[in-house]
C-alpha cells in the first residue's frame, strides 16, 4: 500500500518507517531542557540529528512537560524563528511543535513543512488557519486536560477507543475544511494525560488505532512509563532518569512500529534506525 505524507515542500514516503527528531529550543523540557536552548546548539543538534539519519526535523520552543506553564507568544516565536530559517535550508521536512496559531501562521508562511500540535488545532482558530494553507502536514494529538492538569487528573477507563474516537473527529473536522487526507497523521498522545498502564495498552492495541485510516506517529522517546515499566523497585525508579532511558525508548519505538506506526518521533535517532534495520531485515 502507498502512503504518502504532504507536506509544505515533501511527499514523504511511509512505506519505511519515517524518524522525526526531536529538537527542543527550551530550557525546561523535561529530557534535555538547555542543551539546545540558545539559536547556535539548537542548529548543531539539527545537524548532528540529520547525520544520524533523521528524515524530518520536529523544532519547538515551549515544554509540554506535565505541570510546564504556557510561554507567551513573543518568547516562544523568539526562540524557534532563527532555528526554523536555518533548518529550512538543511534539505528535509521541518516540523514545529506548537499550538498556537499566530505561530503557526508566521513559520507556515517562512515555508515550514508541517505543523504538530498537543492540542490537535483545538485551539480558536488554529484549524482553519492550517486550512489556509494547500499543502502543509499536521499531526493531531491526544492530550487529556492540559499539561498543568492532564498528570493530575489522568483518564478514566478504556483509553484506546476514547483515543481513537477523539482523533478521528478532529481528523473528519480538518478535512471538512478543505485539508487533504494525506497530509494528516495522528498521535495518540503518550504520557499526556494517561496513565502508566493506559500508556502500554495504547502500545498493545495500537492497530486499532489504525481504523481512523490515517498514518500513525509514536512519541514514546524517554517518557517516564518506560522508568515504570524497567525499575525494580520504586527506589530504583527514582534514580531512572530521563537520560537512562535510551534502550527502553528504543525498545518502544521498535514494537510501536511493529504495530503499525509509520512515524516515530525521538531523541535517540541512530540507535532507533539500526533497531528498525533488524525489524526490517526480518520482514
Request: a neutral charge; glycine letters at 8%.
Amino acid at each position: 500500500m502507498i502512503m504518502i505524507w504532504q507536506t509544505s515542500r515533501f511527499a514523504i514516503d511511509l512505506a519505511r518507517p519515517c524518524l522525526m527528531g526531536i529538537v527542543n529550543v527550551t530550557p525546561d523540557s523535561f529530557f534535555d531542557g538547555g542543551q539546545h536552548a540558545s539559536t547556535k546548539a539548537a542548529l548543531k543538534h539539527c545537524e548532528k540529528l540529520l547525520a544520524d539519519g533523521a528524515h524530518v526535523l520536529d523544532i519547538g520552543g515551549e515544554s509540554s512537560r506535565p505541570g510546564a506553564f504556557p510561554l507567551p507568544l513573543d518568547e516562544e516565536l523568539a526562540r524557534i524563528l532563527p532555528v526554523v530559517r536555518e533548518a529550512m535550508t538543511m534539505g528535509v521536512a521541518v516540523s514545529v511543535d506548537t499550538y498556537k496559531p499566530q505561530v503557526m501562521q508566521v513559520v507556515l508562511d517562512l515555508g515550514a513543512d508541517i505543523i504538530n500540535d498537543i492540542w490537535a488545532l483545538r485551539q480558536p482558530g488554529a484549524a482553519r488557519l492550517v486550512a489556509r494553507y494547500p499543502r502543509c502536514g499536521v499531526c493531531l494529538m491526544h492530550m487529556h486536560r492540559d499539561p498543568r492538569t492532564m498528570q493530575t487528573e489522568p483518564m478514566l477507563g478504556d483509553v484506546v477507543p476514547q483515543v481513537l474516537d477523539f482523533l478521528t473527529r478532529q481528523a473528519l473536522e480538518l478535512q471538512n475544511l478543505g485539508v487533504d487526507k494525506n497530509r494528516i497523521v495522528i498521535d495518540p498522545g503518550i504520557g499526556f494525560g494517561k496513565t502508566v498502564a493506559q500508556n502500554f495498552s495504547l502500545l498493545a492495541r495500537q492497530r486499532e488505532l489504525l481504523a481512523a485510516g490515517y498514518p500513525v506517529m509514536a512519541g514514546w522517546s524517554r517518557k517516564s512509563s518506560l522508568a515504570g515499566a524497567t525499575s525494580m523497585s520504586l527506589a530504583s525508579l527514582a534514580t531512572l532518569d530521563a537520560r537512562a532511558r535510551m534502550v527502553p525508548s528504543v525498545a518502544a519505538a521498535l514494537l510501536a512500529v511493529e504495530r503499525g506506526a509509520r512515524i516515530v518521533r525521538v531523541h535517540d535517532v541512530r540507535e532507533t534506525l539500526q533497531a528498525l534495520a533488524v525489524l526490517h531485515a526480518i520482514q
